[in-house]
Nanobody, 120 residues
Framework: QVQLVESGGGLAQPGGSLRLSCVASGGIILVNAMSWYRQVPGKRRELVASITSTTTNYADSVKGRFTISRDSSEKTIFLQMDSLKVEDTAVYYC???????????????WGQGTQVTVSS
């Protein structure tokens, strides 16, 4: 059973920093891509950043402020969030596109979400 577990959310002041982590586990053969999304009440979930073995991509709203990375296992990703703004306040979700036991590929794996609040 695949699990994505996020950590690192919390409260930060405008201009401050937070670092999110997401660990994927459970029958994983390949990590095709992992991403961070965010959602505020009443709005659609939006892509913040994604990472594969060769590329990283960012939403325009976070370019130059957020950095996505992963560790050598490829099953843990991070989101370093610097120069935070009030409008970055949201629930942040980890998402994965994985190949699992039996060489089944699925792209509907989500973490439970972690709250990020930016406020003075």
């Amino acid at each position: 059973q695949v699990q994505l577990v996020e950590s690192g959310g919390g409260l930060a002041q405008p201009g401050g920093s937070l670092r999110l982590s997401c660990v994927a586990s459970g029958g994983i053969i390949l990590v095709n891509a992992m991403s961070w999304y965010r959602q505020v009440p009443g709005k659609r979930r939006e892509l913040v950043a994604s990472i594969t073995s060769t590329t990283t991509n960012y939403a325009d709203s976070v370019k130059g402020r957020f950095t996505i990375s992963r560790d050598s296992s490829e099953k843990t990703i991070f989101l370093q969030m610097d120069s935070l703004k009030v409008e970055d306040t949201a629930v942040y979700y980890c998402h994965a596109d994985l190949t699992t036991t039996g060489w089944r590929r699925g792209n509907d794996y989500w973490g439970q979400g972690t709250q990020v609040t930016v406020s003075s």
